[in-house]
């Protein structure tokens, strides 16, 4: 069983910057995929970031890509999504998810994954 609990929400102005964090307990980061989702009142949830077993390989939104960079500090057993240049329409829940190595992983896809933290309110104000 993997726990996760995200930190490092709140509220910041546009153009501002957060650094979101993902405590992982009970598996290494280093030996999970992990990935970043958001959501709005009322919609889906969509794909933020994501970054795989091996830290090798990131996957990204077109929507956050060159402003959020999503990495991993195995002494930590921490991922962190580092959000930059942000806009009133980032404004989400955010939550960490995570999935142990398996054939098929679909980094972008809610489905892929199996443990979810309880997310953290990220609000952008003008």
């Known amino acids: 069983q993997v726990q996760l609990v995200e930190s490092g929400g709140g509220l910041v102005q546009t153009g501002g910057s957060l650094r979101l964090s993902c405590a992982a307990s009970?598996?290494?980061?280093?030996?999970?995929?992990m990935g970043w989702f958001r959501q709005a009142p009322g919609k889906e949830r969509e794909f933020v970031a994501a970054?795989?077993?091996?830290?090798?390989?990131?996957y990204y939104a077109d929507s956050v890509k060159g402003r959020f960079t999503i990495t991993w500090d195995n002494a930590k057993n921490t991922v962190y999504l580092q959000m930059n240049s942000l806009d009133i329409d980032d404004t989400r829940v955010y939550y960490c998810?995570?999935?142990?190595?398996?054939?098929?992983?679909?980094?972008?896809?809610?489905?892929?994954?199996?443990?979810w933290g309880q997310g953290t309110q990220v609000t952008v104000s003008s």
């Open positions: 998810a995570a999935v142990p190595p398996m054939t098929g992983w679909a980094p972008g896809q809610a489905r892929s994954y199996y443990y």
């Open positions: 009970g598996r290494t980061v280093s030996r999970l995929g």
């Open positions: 970054i795989n077993w091996s830290g090798g390989s990131t």
